[in-house]
T-cell receptor, first 116, second 115 residues
Framework: AQSVTQLGSHVSVSEGALVLLRCNYS??????LFWYVQYPNQGLQLLLK??????LVKGINGFEAEFKKSETSFHLTKPSAHMSDAAEYFC??????????????FGRGTSLIVHP | KAGVTQTPRYLIKTRGQQVTLSCSPI?????VSWYQQTPGQGLQFLFE???????NKGNFPGRFSGRQFSNSRSEMNVSTLELGDSALYLC??????????????FGPGTRLTVL
């Protein structure tokens, strides 16, 4: 069984400040990890994903995340917040590997609020 | 390239009725997945279709069903609606099976309200 915990349902930052959104997972095997963003009245958009290889993953819009196996974490960061980053962010995990049976598990989401 | 489209965008039904939601994937995509998003339960996987076959199913009652047509368009059906079925239903498409191997592109969702 796998689970995802996103610490903090709301995170508030000032424009230009560091963004840090936390994600911890529980899985019987090292999973594949994802971060999605959802703007109001829209579907989800993939920000970045970790499957194998380099543990620091760079995504779109200046976001990056680091997979830390020892801490079972996949925190999302951005050096400088922009007003347009205000949205809901979701961390997700899925069992690794192509094909086969998979069911993705999502965290409850973190709402990022950016103050001018 | 047109994105994933979902129709209708908004729907109001009453308890006991049934509803059918439609999803048109990105051209060339053969995998369609459905998700339910509610404030209480968050985002939950419903099922995935690939080449007209259901490949995976989440933990939802049999009232929730779906199908996929030869052109990859998909429909999901909810019978005997309950108040708790009120949610945003999201559809996502990808060219290959599995979130692990291919990026899923999400539609804007259908907002279902059950009264």
């Amino acid at each position: 069984a796998q689970s995802v915990t996103q610490l903090g349902s709301h995170v508030s930052v000032s424009e230009g400040a560091l963004v840090l959104l936390r994600c911890n997972y529980s899985s019987s095997v090292p999973p594949y990890l994802f971060w999605y963003v959802q703007y109001p009245n829209q579907g989800l958009q993939l920000l970045l994903k970790y499957t194998t290889g380099a543990t620091l993953v760079k995504g779109i819009n200046g976001f990056e995340a680091e997979f830390k196996k020892s801490e079972t974490s996949f925190h999302l960061t951005k050096p400088s917040a922009h007003m347009s980053d205000a949205a809901e962010y979701f961390c997700a995990v899925t069992p690794p590997g192509p094909g086969g049976s998979y069911i993705p598990t999502f965290g409850r989401g973190t709402s990022l609020i950016v103050h001018p | 390239k047109a994105g994933v489209t979902q129709t209708p965008r908004y729907l109001i039904k009453t308890r006991g009725q049934q509803v059918t939601l439609s999803c048109s994937p990105i051209s060339g995509h053969r995998s369609v997945s459905w998700y339910q998003q509610t404030p209480g339960q968050g985002l939950q996987f419903l099922f995935e279709y690939f080449s007209e076959t259901q490949r995976n199913k989440g933990n939802f009652p049999g009232r929730f069903s779906g199908r996929q047509f030869s052109n990859s368009r998909s429909e999901m059906n909810v019978s005997t609606l309950e108040l708790g079925d009120s949610a945003l239903y999201l559809c996502a498409s990808s060219s290959k099976r599995g979130l692990a191997v291919d990026t899923q592109y999400f539609g804007p969702g259908t907002r279902l309200t059950v009264l």
